[in-house]
């Protein structure tokens, strides 16, 4: 890693501190450089809040001319909840600006730069830039696909069994396993889930640590079914509770869940009564959710998989075989030349479990 | 790695080259050290040929008095089809001997080391002792389970299918894979797979390499169906082939597969008329089988599994979902308390697939 590459590196560690709590705004970090020593530095706290370049230049103080700014992503151009960013780079006098990627914002995309290169400032852009797409891969997704980025999880036998025959499925008991789903939950804005699976389980769908940021529970609910004394529209996180339905008459029962501080999302259901899936991932973009860890069940996870509406699938694979039981993707039949392709990632063991990643071709 | 280990991984790597020529006979290799230098070599190359021990001190000439001897395997100290190799080594002189492990066969069991030092020659037990028991593991396996060794290869899509609806399965086309199941092969003193899977693919289960060892071909044929126009009964290797059946009165087929080579072991069939496995694996043993790369379909690899006698398994996963399919392993049906339990390795990529290696516990 070269010295510029370090530099970007630390604009990245302090976005890190601001992802899950920007949404829909993306997470950025910025450190100001001169002489080689970092004179100040900033990242982008929470929706609403200074971006990172402002904080940054901020924290210099007097310092800021002619010194070097390193940012994982190109700094606004246009009045969102705060003034430009590129307007205080240019009054700071700041001569060069390291850039991680564009931002995919149709209202910035390379206007930032323009900007910046026409008042005379030296900008590098592209490092670290695949690090930078990474952090950021729901809020990127998001313009290029109009939907959140989904992640979708499922824990299977090494036969492909979400459970079996008799529906039971609470066996990933191992430590590692449990808590790698924790820290993902914390890396997406939402978590989602199929009343199959709140019926079934009672999930709280809490990150690892919750001393932090708390994603949203997002729950599919077509017939607003959910029972009131559920851990997810009871307990102390209920604000983070969102609920998709397609039920649009039970005024009752909504205004009853919206009085406990949960979120109501009404979506079109198609002819069977079923929701729309991209309608309701649309509803959940306007929302401000850019990306979502989908956690089942089955039929959720047929349903995305058919629509092709999954970027990354995480497979939890036990060291355990049934010979029968609950298929992972419900109502999916392909044929072998027309199968879903994925692009595995390198695997790993995960206690006793193995993970395997692969993203969506 | 000592100096010690260094040497018996010479020894371990003669060894390895006799695997697989050597059965029902243990691959073992031996060296003679003098004053740090190796004087003296060699590897028990086939069954009926003479032992590594007796060849490393013929190699070595005059030198051997006073010498260190590294064996992977203990020495033999009774009558076979040559000589008790300790004789030999306490004739030449040989004042240490390092040994791998102990010979499992009743016959030695110990017997060997003993009588090295009743000879007063110094032993030194259990260096790289897991490296010799993998290498010997079929060997191992017959005295402690009365079986060989059974490695069963299935692959699989990502939600665990062998084959689409349509029981199409011909998608592991990348090279990598189909090289490391070449290479397996050779590993194993046979490939195993049930008619299903020689009726749909004609297969010849060659190894990677055909101009050394070729492992035996064993089909599991209970009626005795197989066309005599296949390749396992027809090519240049069907003196490797093996046919097990049930079917002991179809005296004039068994005449003619005989004629062309073929092996026609009869083994007793269960009410059904299916052949008892246990009975045919014991069968195996007896022809001189001590491990087996069984490579399905999926009946014969549910039936390994419900009778618990598969000691590894090898999954290799692509890269597709399917939603439906043929189930890995036919006619089991566990709950979740009585899953079979395995414990994975280390996974790994080969090519676009993963490798899952899991040991059965």
Redesign the interface.
Known sequence: MDRQQKFMQQALDLAEKGRGFTSPNPAVGAVIVKDNRIIGSGFHQHFGAPHAEVLAIEGAGTGTNGAAMYVNLEPCNHYGKTPPCVDKIIAAGIAKVYVGMIDPNPLVNGSGIRRLKEAGIEVNLGILEKEARQLNRGFVHQFLKQRPWITLKLA??????I????G????ITNTEARQYVGEQRALHDAVMVGMGTVFKDDPTLLPARRDGYIPFRVILDELLNIPPRLKLVSDEYQRRTVILTAQKDKDRKIEQLRRSGVTILPVDSDSFGWIKLSAALHSLLDFGITSIYCEGGGQLA?SL??EKLVDE?Q?L?A??????GI???????????E??????Q????LG???L?K?VLK
């Open positions: 299977l036998t090494a036969d492909g069994f459970a079996d025959v008799s039971k499925s609470q066996w047929g998989i058919q699938l497979l694979i060291p355990k075989i049934l010979g029968e298929k992972a993707f419900g109502g999916l039949m392909k044929s072998l030349d199968a879903v392709q994925l692009e595995w390198e695997p790993q063991k006793v479990d193995i395997l692969g």
